[in-house]
């Protein structure tokens, strides 16, 4: 019987796991967890506000903070994570990349594209942190015509080019980083 926000989320994702993102809504999750209809709004006031919050909790099971710190330390070693953890995605809640961008964006909802401009905003920030404080780059790579930040983007174009190809081998990326910055 789930009690807790965290505990409906978990099912949430789990539905998603299972069903795809027709499973969630209020009645589904508030029967998966064994709780009132109600139990359910006293955390979430919509539907709307579920599906967000679940889209959250994957984002975050997704990139959850690596166990290894090091990984922040080196662009290769983050890129060949952040790899990883995309085809884990992938495996774990087949489609959600691209249903999540789609299904707000027909949505229309402005909370969820700002959910999602937020989470690629947070990603493109730590990709840009590591190529700040990567001890191996060129002092000569970056200029004020080629900044960390527009490198970042051509690196997560690219990660988000796999997620859509469902291509999961970093290697190219990892050569066009070596070649550009190293």
Not at 1 to 8: R, Y
Not at 141 to 167: N, Y
Request: glycine content about 6%; overall charge negative; charged content about 20%.
């Amino acid at each position: 019987m789930a009690t807790s926000k965290a505990d409906i989320l978990k099912t949430s994702r789990e539905l998603i796991q299972q069903n795809g993102w027709a499973a969630v809504n209020i009645r589904a999750v508030a029967a998966a967890c064994g709780v009132s209809v109600g139990c359910i709004y006293n955390y979430f006031g919509s539907k709307t506000e579920l599906v967000s919050a679940a889209v959250e909790s994957i984002w975050n099971d997704i990139f959850r903070h690596p166990e290894d710190e090091a990984v922040f330390q080196d662009t290769l070693s983050c890129i060949q994570w952040m790899y990883r953890q995309m085809e884990y995605g992938c495996q774990q809640y087949p489609g959600f990349f691209t249903h999540h961008a789609l299904g707000f964006v027909q949505q229309d909802t402005a909370g969820g594209k700002q959910q999602m401009r937020q989470t690629w905003q947070h990603i493109l920030d730590a990709l840009c942190s590591v190529l700040r404080h990567d001890a191996k780059i060129r002092p000569d790579a970056f200029t004020e015509q080629f900044t960390p930040e527009q490198f970042a983007g051509i690196l997560f174009s690219l990660m988000l080019s796999a997620v859509v190809q469902q291509s999961f081998d970093p290697s190219a990326v990892l050569e066009i980083v070596r070649r550009t910055i190293y």
